[in-house]
């Protein structure tokens, strides 16, 4: 444990960053009744770096039940669903890439087209002061979307929600999953399809690729530059707990 710690410290006074290509973040959700979530690194060695936020915070946690990062604008974004409910930071945090000291952080709370609450899960930064969320209501997570939003050095809002991307969980809306910015676009699981949304023309989106009966499970840039999508295949038979599916 002492010569994990060193080695941290190191990394972080060097400035090397935790943005080197060759290591990685996991994101550990914790438990939303007990425990906040935290953040690893592994270096290019293949080195455990355990509690970072925690290490370059005085011990300060992120927050509760953490969901995704976004590294942009040489800031780091954090998306919580439940925010200081456990004594961390609220659900949108904002970090320095470098030295992943948190500069401020916000509650982050808005409603579904609907009027429902909601549990923010997914970000995509794709300006100075702009990006996007995705997110599920939190009465049981019937209905799912996507919503745009605008930030500055102290604070988050929500401008509206993304047309084409919020509806039925798991069937028209968006799939608790990463979004892809490529190219300019941002591209989303959502229900049976993939839609693709222009940040510059963002009150619906451009276009949906369909996949009929097929959940779009995650979507993914790879190496070679391809997109490419995970997809649920067509099952029927018996539950245990529920009716015939089909």
Known sequence: NTLIATVFVKIANEGAGYTNKYGTFVLAEGNMTTVNGTLFYYDEKGVEHADVFEKANAGAEV?????????????????????????????????NSETMKAEFSDPLVFTTPKGVGTWPQHIVITGKNKGYVQYSDNAMETTSGICAIQFDDKSVSVTHHVTGTFGEFTVKGATKSRM???????????????????????????KKIEFPGRQTKDIVKAADGNLYVALASPYEGESRYVATLK
Do not use: W
């Open 63 to 95: 927050g509760n039940v953490l969901q995704d990062m976004f590294i942009a604008n040489n800031k780091i974004y954090f998306i919580t669903q439940n925010g200081d409910q456990q004594g961390g930071l609220n659900r949108f945090v904002v970090c």
């Open 180 to 206: 892809i910015y490529s190219r300019g676009k941002v591209y989303a699981a959502c229900g049976h399809s993939v839609v693709i949304i222009d940040p510059n023309n963002d009150k619906a989106v451009e």
